[in-house]
Structure formats: structure tokens, C-alpha cells
């Protein structure tokens, strides 16, 4: 008999830090043709050389120093401003830095593939599996197909390991998606001239970084606390300007309804702001985002939020099932199930989250407790096709869980509403939840599934409690109206559910062999303990056991 697979080895629960920035965004309403026309001639210089210096430092690759740096910024000062050409080389080194890492998640996953295609291949066909890991290919067309693939990846890992090695990243400014719609406009649904609109939009470059202590926190792109917007011009559009020291004062006005008070405070101390000004080609707006950093937030410690108890969540690819919990770890009250579509839109699926995580924070709020608790979810791992290459629809699902958006929004709107965030260890919370609360959490009027399950064990493992439930107190008499208990801890987890034990009954076994290797008990001297004796016998009976044959033989 194949040994059990060891278990893995649980990390503890921790509080997830929140946001550390703020965005924001409103309309510029009212802008008047001229504002537009400044507003497109800014951003397609500025556009035009962001592209250059993201080349620039692309060729410069491993060799890029504080000299090359301090070049790049005093060309770009010469054909814009100093300020702006801060905001491109910041961006530059944002880009390059996002690629690189991204090249190097890249490199990691094709590593991953060839290695488990070489295991794989060098199995026999037809081997299954064992402990875990993949057994060999099905049949030989199957074993020479995946060959073929294995000389693709290390081909392709080669080649990004070389370019990785020389600093060399790709880069799409606008969006490599976007480039490659162009290719097959009718499945996009786009003509091309609405595709070279969005395209040339999506290359303009109108970001100024914020800076503490000048006048409202931006000198590139100023607003007002009152909301009148201003734009510093590059050098070469100077002659554009209809207000002092080179500067374009806009018609619109913005207001900022969600975070005004938090924003105005900022503009008004001069505190950084960073801003940014683009075009939603398909409705022809203009809208205006504002962001900054938050530094030094209070850090809630985890007794303090598992005080009063939490809320268990467990995510899944249509809905969030979730089961409140008191600070003992039982469960309260009916679970709740707030449903999602994410179908369609991007913006459509991010409504679709927020409503539903904005009924969960608002019931987590009727219920008075201080946290939520979700899964440490990373399913990089499970998305490829040499791990789960014949399970298509099962990659397909785990893909479609929103895990990370999920708890990307969840934290940002716990922040705001004052609730803490609790993560923990996603190692067998749906398998030990349903072996061990899906059925005592089942009634006639409401069947607890498999995710309410997981809720609870999620929940519970962030209090520090085990999954498993604390076995039934024993009965009061040893009559046959009490059930037997739910079920025997294991003597290395007391106060814990375990498996039942082998035989039947959970009682004192009168046929089983004493310490002295006597074949009977003793003859009962009273008539109480007969009585017991005798309904100890007809319970064993009644449970289907079958006495040896030397032991029927009442006549010996």
C-alpha cells in the first residue's frame, strides 16, 4: 500500500496591509474646441517623446547609470520642461521595471513547463501517476506531440533568457492587446478608423507627478482647490498658452464628488498630487485622475480583529459565499451568497465586484464585527497546460476566479469602511470544511454547500481554531435513546473530530480480549450490570456484528 501523502505545512494567519495609494477621477466637462486642441497637441508631443526615451532606455539595457539617466532628462527638457521630462523618465523606469519583472514571471512558467515535460516524457507510456505528481503520456501520438512542444518552450526559454541576460525588455506603448486588434478588426468590432483613434489616444502621454510644497502639490498640470484646471505647455507649443508663464487654463472645472474633502485637503496643504488627463475615444469625454500615496496608516493588530469575531470568505468564479463566526469559531445565523457576472466589460465585471463586495461590507457592518478573512490565493501555478493539460474546463475555471481583483478591491473598500482584512493559508480549507461542517451545518429548509463549508474553515483558521469540530459531550446514561457521538478525537488531537474507529460501536466491546487473554467477561453479579451487558450484546448485533464461530458455540 502506497504511503500517505505528508501533509503541508500551514502558514500563519497575517493582516493584509491596505492600499498605499489613492486614484480618483472626474469629468472635464464644458471644454470648449480650443481646450481640445491643446489638450490633443500636448499629448501627442509629449507622446512622441515618451516613445523616444523608452527606446532610449530600452538599447541602454544592464548599462543604464545616473549619467545616461541625467542625458535622457536634458534632451527631453530641451523640446518640453524640466517637470515634464522628470514625469516621462519616471514613467520610462516604471515600464522598463514592470517588464522586467514580468520577463522574469515569463521566464519562471516556461522553466516550470520543460521541466515537467522532460518528467513526463521520460516515463513510459501509460504509467500513472503517483504522490502527487504526473504519470507518462496516454499513448505514443500523444508522447511525440508533446516532444514537439518541449523543443518550442526551450527554444522560446533560450531565446527570453538571453534577452533577460542583456537587459533587453518588449515594450508596446499603447498596449500590445491593442496593437494586435488591428490584425482582426471584425472580431473586435471596430473599424479602423475608430482602431487608429483609440490607438493614437492610447499613446499620449499627459501625466505630471505631484510635488510637496509647491503651489497645490503640481506645477505641471495645477488644480485648484476651487477645481479650475491648468496645464504648464511644452516649450515648442509655448504660443499656445492664454495665460502667464506658458500656461493653459482650461474651461472645465472638476469637483471630484467621491474623496472632494480628502482631495482638497491635500491641494490646499501642498501636498503631492499626481495627475493625469485622457480621452474615452469611444463617448469622446475628457476625464481627469487624480492620485497620491498614503503613508503611515494605523496597523490594526489581529487579537484586536478577531475580537468580537469574523466573517469566513470563500471565493469562487460566480458568487462570494460567506458564514459569520463568533470568536470561538462557531458559526452564526444563515450564510449569505452575494452573486457576480463577469461577463462582458472590464468595467462591467469590476461593477459586478464591487456591488457585490460593497452587500458584503454592509452586512459585515450589521453584524458588528472588525474583519473579513479570505484565502492567500495564487493559482499561477494551476493556469498551465502542462500541469492540467487535459482538464481544460477545470483551467478555464480556475482562471475565471477573480482572486486577485477580488482581493485587491476588497482591500481598498475595507480601508474606507474601517474593517480589517485577514488572510490565511488556503491549504485544505475546502476539503477539511466539507468533511467536517458540511453535514452538521445541513438542515431540511437550508443545505449548506460545499463553499459555505470552506467559509467556515477559512473563517476559523483565521481565529486561530482548528478546522476540525469539537466532538458531542458524552451521553448522560448508556441507554440506546442517546446517539452515539458524533465522533472519537484521535489521541494525538484531543477536543478535535476525527475519523470513527474501526468496529462498529463506539462502547466498551464485551467480546474483545481482556489484558489476561480470557475469552469471556466475567459473570455479571447484579442484575443492573446483566441488563447493561445484555443491551451492550443486542447493540452489537444490531450493528452487524458477526461473532466467530467457536464463540457461537454455546455448547462447548
Given at each position: 500500500?502506497?504511503?500517505k501523502?505528508p501533509?503541508?505545512q500551514?502558514?500563519?494567519?497575517?493582516?493584509?496591509?491596505?492600499p498605499?495609494?489613492?486614484?480618483?477621477?472626474?469629468?472635464?466637462?464644458?471644454l470648449?474646441?480650443?481646450d481640445?486642441k491643446?489638450?490633443?497637441?500636448?499629448?501627442?508631443h509629449?507622446?512622441r517623446?515618451?516613445?523616444?526615451?523608452?527606446?532610449?532606455?530600452?538599447r541602454?539595457?544592464m548599462?543604464?547609470?545616473t549619467?545616461?539617466?541625467?542625458?535622457r532628462k536634458r534632451?527631453l527638457?530641451?523640446?518640453s520642461?524640466?517637470?515634464?521630462a522628470?514625469?516621462?523618465?519616471?514613467?520610462?523606469?516604471d515600464?522598463?521595471g514592470l517588464?522586467?519583472?514580468?520577463?522574469?514571471q515569463?521566464l519562471?512558467s516556461?522553466?516550470a513547463g520543460?521541466?515537467?515535460?522532460r518528467?513526463?516524457l521520460?516515463?513510459?507510456?501509460?504509467?500513472?501517476g503517483s504522490?502527487g505528481?504526473p504519470?507518462g503520456y496516454r499513448?505514443?501520438h500523444e508522447?511525440?506531440?508533446?516532444?514537439r512542444?518541449?523543443?518550442?518552450l526551450e527554444?522560446?526559454?533560450?531565446k527570453i533568457r538571453?534577452?533577460r541576460e542583456a537587459?533587453?525588455v518588449s515594450?508596446?506603448?499603447?498596449g500590445r492587446?491593442?496593437?494586435?486588434?488591428?490584425h482582426n478588426?471584425?472580431?473586435?468590432g471596430?473599424m479602423?478608423e475608430?482602431?487608429?483613434a483609440q490607438w493614437e489616444?492610447?499613446?499620449w502621454?499627459l501625466?505630471?507627478?505631484?510635488?510637496?510644497?509647491k503651489?497645490?502639490?503640481?506645477e505641471?498640470?495645477r488644480v485648484?482647490?476651487d477645481?479650475?484646471?491648468?496645464?504648464?505647455?511644452?516649450?515648442?507649443?509655448?504660443d499656445?498658452a492664454n495665460?502667464?508663464?506658458?500656461?493653459?487654463v482650461?474651461?472645465?472645472?472638476?469637483?471630484?464628488?467621491?474623496?472632494?474633502?480628502?482631495?482638497?485637503?491635500?491641494?490646499t496643504g501642498?501636498r503631492?498630487?499626481?495627475?493625469?488627463i485622457?480621452l474615452?475615444?469611444a463617448?469622446g469625454?475628457?476625464y481627469?485622475d487624480a492620485s497620491w500615496?498614503?503613508?503611515?496608516?494605523?496597523?490594526i493588530?489581529?487579537d484586536a480583529?478577531r475580537?468580537g469575531?469574523?466573517?469566513?470568505m470563500?471565493?469562487n468564479?460566480?458568487h462570494l459565499?460567506?458564514w459569520?463566526l463568533?470568536?470561538?469559531?462557531?458559526?452564526?445565523?444563515a450564510?449569505?451568497?452575494?452573486?457576480?457576472?463577469?461577463?462582458g466589460?472590464?468595467?462591467?465585471r469590476?461593477a459586478?465586484l464591487r456591488h457585490?463586495?460593497?452587500?458584503?461590507?454592509?452586512?459585515t457592518?450589521?453584524?458588528g464585527?472588525r474583519?473579513v478573512a479570505i484565502?492567500d490565493l495564487?493559482?499561477?501555478?494551476?493556469k498551465?497546460r502542462e500541469?492540467?493539460?487535459r482538464k481544460?474546463?477545470?483551467?478555464?475555471l480556475i482562471s475565471?476566479?477573480p482572486t486577485?481583483?477580488?482581493?485587491?478591491?476588497?482591500l481598498?473598500m475595507?480601508a474606507?469602511?474601517?474593517?480589517?482584512?485577514?488572510a490565511v493559508?488556503?491549504?485544505?480549507?475546502?476539503?477539511?470544511?466539507a468533511?467536517?461542517?458540511?453535514k452538521?451545518?445541513?438542515t431540511?429548509?437550508r443545505p449548506a454547500t460545499?463553499?459555505?463549508?470552506?467559509?467556515?474553515a477559512i473563517g476559523?483558521?483565521?481565529?486561530?481554531?482548528?478546522?476540525?469540530?469539537?466532538?458531542?459531550?458524552?451521553p448522560h446514561h448508556?441507554?440506546?435513546?442517546v446517539r452515539h457521538?458524533?465522533?472519537q478525537?484521535?489521541?494525538g488531537d484531543?477536543?478535535s473530530?476525527?475519523?470513527?474507529?474501526?468496529?462498529p460501536?463506539?462502547g466498551?466491546d464485551?467480546?474483545a480480549?481482556d489484558a489476561?487473554?480470557?475469552?469471556?467477561?466475567r459473570?455479571?453479579?447484579t442484575?443492573r450490570v446483566v441488563?447493561?451487558s445484555t443491551?451492550?450484546?443486542?447493540?452489537l448485533?444490531r450493528?452487524?456484528?458477526?461473532?466467530?464461530?467457536?464463540?457461537?458455540?454455546?455448547?462447548a
Amino acid at each position: 500500500m502506497a504511503e500517505k501523502k505528508p501533509l503541508r505545512q500551514i502558514a500563519r494567519p497575517f493582516v493584509a496591509d491596505g492600499p498605499s495609494g489613492v486614484s480618483i477621477r472626474d469629468r472635464l466637462k464644458s471644454l470648449t474646441a480650443e481646450d481640445e486642441k491643446v489638450l490633443r497637441a500636448v499629448g501627442e508631443h509629449m507622446g512622441r517623446l515618451a516613445s523616444a526615451d523608452l527606446a532610449r532606455r530600452r538599447r541602454d539595457g544592464m548599462d543604464h547609470s545616473t549619467d545616461t539617466w541625467a542625458a535622457r532628462k536634458r534632451d527631453l527638457t530641451a523640446e518640453s520642461s524640466s517637470r515634464w521630462a522628470g514625469s516621462v523618465t519616471s514613467s520610462t523606469h516604471d515600464q522598463w521595471g514592470l517588464s522586467r519583472r514580468a520577463q522574469h514571471q515569463h521566464l519562471a512558467s516556461l522553466d516550470a513547463g520543460i521541466r515537467t515535460l522532460r518528467h513526463r516524457l521520460s516515463l513510459p507510456v501509460g504509467e500513472k501517476g503517483s504522490r502527487g505528481k504526473p504519470g507518462g503520456y496516454r499513448s505514443k501520438h500523444e508522447w511525440f506531440v508533446k516532444t514537439r512542444r518541449l523543443a518550442i518552450l526551450e527554444e522560446k526559454c533560450e531565446k527570453i533568457r538571453v534577452e533577460r541576460e542583456a537587459g533587453r525588455v518588449s515594450v508596446t506603448r499603447g498596449g500590445r492587446r491593442l496593437f494586435r486588434q488591428r490584425h482582426n478588426l471584425n472580431a473586435a468590432g471596430k473599424m479602423p478608423e475608430q482602431w487608429r483613434a483609440q490607438w493614437e489616444a492610447a499613446r499620449w502621454f499627459l501625466t505630471a507627478d505631484g510635488e510637496s510644497g509647491k503651489r497645490y502639490g503640481n506645477e505641471t498640470i495645477r488644480v485648484t482647490p476651487d477645481g479650475g484646471v491648468s496645464i504648464k505647455l511644452p516649450a515648442p507649443l509655448a504660443d499656445l498658452a492664454n495665460a502667464r508663464h506658458s500656461r493653459y487654463v482650461l474651461a472645465a472645472k472638476v469637483s471630484f464628488p467621491f474623496r472632494g474633502e480628502e482631495w482638497r485637503d491635500r491641494v490646499t496643504g501642498n501636498r503631492a498630487v499626481a495627475y493625469r488627463i485622457h480621452l474615452n475615444t469611444a463617448s469622446g469625454r475628457w476625464y481627469l485622475d487624480a492620485s497620491w500615496t498614503r503613508k503611515d496608516l494605523p496597523v490594526i493588530p489581529l487579537d484586536a480583529l478577531r475580537a468580537g469575531g469574523v466573517i469566513g470568505m470563500d471565493t469562487n468564479a460566480d458568487h462570494l459565499a460567506a458564514w459569520l463566526l463568533d470568536e470561538y469559531g462557531n458559526p452564526v445565523g444563515a450564510p449569505r451568497r452575494f452573486d457576480y457576472d463577469l461577463s462582458g466589460s472590464a468595467s462591467h465585471r469590476d461593477a459586478q465586484l464591487r456591488h457585490a463586495l460593497t452587500r458584503l461590507l454592509r452586512w459585515t457592518q450589521e453584524c458588528g464585527v472588525r474583519a473579513v478573512a479570505i484565502e492567500d490565493l495564487d493559482f499561477t501555478d494551476s493556469k498551465t497546460r502542462e500541469k492540467h493539460g487535459r482538464k481544460k474546463k477545470f483551467r478555464q475555471l480556475i482562471s475565471g476566479i477573480p482572486t486577485g481583483r477580488v482581493r485587491a478591491r476588497l482591500l481598498s473598500m475595507c480601508a474606507e469602511a474601517g474593517i480589517g482584512v485577514i488572510a490565511v493559508d488556503p491549504a485544505y480549507t475546502s476539503m477539511w470544511g466539507a468533511e467536517h461542517w458540511r453535514k452538521p451545518l445541513t438542515t431540511k429548509r437550508r443545505p449548506a454547500t460545499r463553499h459555505y463549508a470552506a467559509a467556515v474553515a477559512i473563517g476559523r483558521r483565521s481565529l486561530g481554531h482548528r478546522i476540525r469540530r469539537r466532538t458531542a459531550p458524552p451521553p448522560h446514561h448508556q441507554s440506546d435513546g442517546v446517539r452515539h457521538r458524533t465522533a472519537q478525537a484521535r489521541p494525538g488531537d484531543p477536543g478535535s473530530e476525527g475519523h470513527h474507529p474501526a468496529y462498529p460501536d463506539h462502547g466498551h466491546d464485551p467480546l474483545a480480549l481482556d489484558a489476561a487473554g480470557t475469552r469471556w467477561t466475567r459473570t455479571p453479579k447484579t442484575v443492573r450490570v446483566v441488563r447493561l451487558s445484555t443491551c451492550n450484546s443486542c447493540s452489537l448485533f444490531r450493528n452487524g456484528y458477526s461473532r466467530p464461530a467457536e464463540v457461537l458455540d454455546m455448547s462447548a
